[in-house]
């Protein structure tokens, strides 16, 4: 993808299939293909008269609102939201049938912040499970600490001291073709398709 206007899909780190049974190729393909690509176009179609705006990273359109037309300000945040947000998740992924937990440096953090990765788990799960609507569970780096919060909608926890690390999709799209209403299936599931060693790397470059 690139950095800056025009901003472009970024494709999948893996085939439509990879995810299965936790995802199938269809919802894949559904959520990528025409939801982010859709995030894209309008991100891009908002930014397009404004040429101030041109050479700013997506992180600098989310992070700094005063530089951002009010007129373009809600279009930038929801559809810039969307294209980030999508980015981590779709990334924060890999093939796997087995629910393997993180090893090193993350896991001490997780650890030390939940008390044990069984309860970062329960908390993760309730959290996303939680959101009403529309929305995201998140891991976070906030100032040094490992936290737990949920967003609503394509809000992004992304400021001066908090950088987001790893995101549960719980918008319907993300799962209803497989799942239906069973969204706490969706969420269980999908913790055996995390990619740690991506996450570790958002960690690190929190720091």
Do not use: C
């Not at 999508?86 to 090193?104: L, N, R, W």
């Not at 993350?106 to 959101?131: H, N, R």
């Amino acid at each position: 993808m690139n950095e800056t206007y025009p901003f472009s899909l970024e494709p999948l780190p893996y085939e439509y299939h990879a995810l299965e049974p936790v995802i199938s190729a269809e919802t894949l393909k559904f959520h990528h293909d025409k939801h982010l690509a859709t995030y894209v176009e309008k991100l891009n179609k908002a930014l397009e008269p404004h040429k101030e705006l041109h050479n700013m990273t997506l992180e600098q359109l989310l992070t700094e609102p005063l530089t951002v037309p009010e007129t373009v300000k809600t279009e930038i945040k929801n559809n810039g939201g969307g294209v980030y947000n999508h980015q981590i998740y779709f990334a924060s992924m890999k093939p796997s049938s087995d629910f393997i937990p993180p090893e090193g440096q993350l896991m001490t953090m997780i650890e030390t912040a939940f008390g044990s990765f069984d309860t970062f788990v329960k908390q993760l799960t309730d959290t996303a499970l939680s959101v009403f609507g529309s929305g995201y569970g998140w891991l976070v780096n906030h100032d040094g600490m490992l936290e737990i919060i949920g967003m609503p909608n394509q809000d992004v926890p992304l400021t001066a001291s908090m950088y987001p690390l790893l995101p549960v999709d719980v918008w319907e799209h993300a799962y209803y073709l497989q799942y239906q209403n069973r969204r706490m299936d969706y969420v269980n599931n999908w913790f055996s398709i995390i990619n740690w060693d991506y996450v570790e790397q958002r960690l690190n470059k929190a720091k």
